[in-house]
C-alpha cells in the first residue's frame, strides 16, 4: 500500500536558521507532491505544489525539491521565524486513477527565539 | 469570499445519534473532499466528490455517508455515531475535477466527540 513518512513528528530550530522538513513515499509514483502548513486549530493551508518533472521549486523563504528516484522531497524554510511554528503536511499525489489522496502525519516545527 | 465553511464547530453525541456535518465553499469549485484528521493518524479521506453529482469513498468511509446537493455543498452524516468517530473533521475544495492535481482549500474544521 501506499505509504508516506514525514522525517519526525517534532521539528525544533533556532530562530535565524534553515529548517529542512523530509517527506519519504513509498509504492507510489506521484506527478506532484504538494506541502501544506496547519496551525493548531485550524483547517490546512496550502504552500506549494511540485510537479515530478521539477527538481526544485521556490517561494520567498522556502523552497521544496522533489528527487524521484529517492522518492523523497525535503522542505526547507530559511531564515526562519517564531511565526513558522506550525505543523507542516505533505501529500504526494498520483495523477490519474483511484488512488486516494494520502496525507504525510506532518512535522511539528518550532522555531525558537 | 468566505472560502470553505462548515456547520458546526463542536458537537458533542451520545452512542447511536445521528448527524449532519454541513459544508459550503463560494469559488466554484468542481471537487469537494471529506477528512477526519486523529492524533498521530494525520489527515484521512473519508468520501469525495469529482464533481456535482458524483461522490466516491476514500481511505476511511465506514459509518458515513456524504450528499453532494449541489455545487457549492457537500455534506456528511453519521447514521449511527460511535466513539470511534470523535474527531476533528475537514472538509475542502478544490478547482480541478482531477483528484488533487489542485491546491485543496480546507474549512475550520468541526470538532466531534461521540460519548
Redesign the interface.
Known amino acids: 500500500s501506499q505509504k508516506i513518512e514525514q522525517n519526525s513528528e517534532a521539528l525544533n530550530i533556532q530562530e535565524g536558521k534553515t529548517a529542512t522538513l523530509t517527506c519519504n513515499y513509498t509504492n507510489y509514483s506521484p506527478a506532484?507532491l504538494?506541502w501544506?502548513r496547519q496551525d493548531p486549530?485550524?483547517?490546512?493551508?496550502?504552500l506549494l505544489?511540485i510537479r515530478e518533472n521539477e527538481k526544485e521549486k521556490r517561494k520567498e523563504r522556502l523552497k521544496v525539491t522533489f528527487d524521484t528516484t529517492l522518492k523523497q522531497s525535503l522542505f526547507h524554510i530559511t531564515a526562519s521565524q517564531p511565526a513558522d511554528s506550525a505543523t507542516y503536511?505533505c501529500?504526494p499525489?498520483?495523477?490519474?486513477g483511484?488512488t486516494?489522496?494520502?496525507?504525510?502525519?506532518?512535522t511539528r516545527l518550532s522555531v525558537i527565539a | 469570499n468566505a472560502g470553505v465553511t462548515q456547520t458546526p464547530k463542536f458537537q458533542v453525541l451520545k452512542t447511536g445519534q445521528s448527524m449532519t456535518l454541513q459544508c459550503a465553499q463560494d469559488m466554484n469549485h468542481n471537487s469537494m473532499y471529506w477528512y477526519r484528521q486523529d492524533p498521530g493518524m494525520g489527515l484521512r479521506l473519508i468520501y469525495y466528490s469529482a464533481s456535482e453529482g458524483t461522490t466516491d469513498k476514500g481511505e476511511v468511509p465506514n459509518g458515513y455517508n456524504v450528499s453532494r446537493l449541489n455545487k457549492r455543498e457537500f455534506s456528511l452524516r453519521l447514521e449511527s455515531a460511535a466513539p470511534s468517530q470523535t474527531s476533528v473533521y475537514f472538509c475542502a475544495s478544490s478547482e480541478g475535477r482531477q483528484r488533487g492535481y489542485n491546491e485543496q482549500f480546507f474549512g475550520p474544521g468541526t470538532r466531534l466527540t461521540v460519548l
Open positions: 506532484y504538494q501544506y486549530g485550524r483547517g490546512p493551508v496550502f505544489l503536511l501529500a499525489l498520483v495523477y490519474s483511484n486516494p489522496l494520502v496525507f504525510g502525519k506532518g
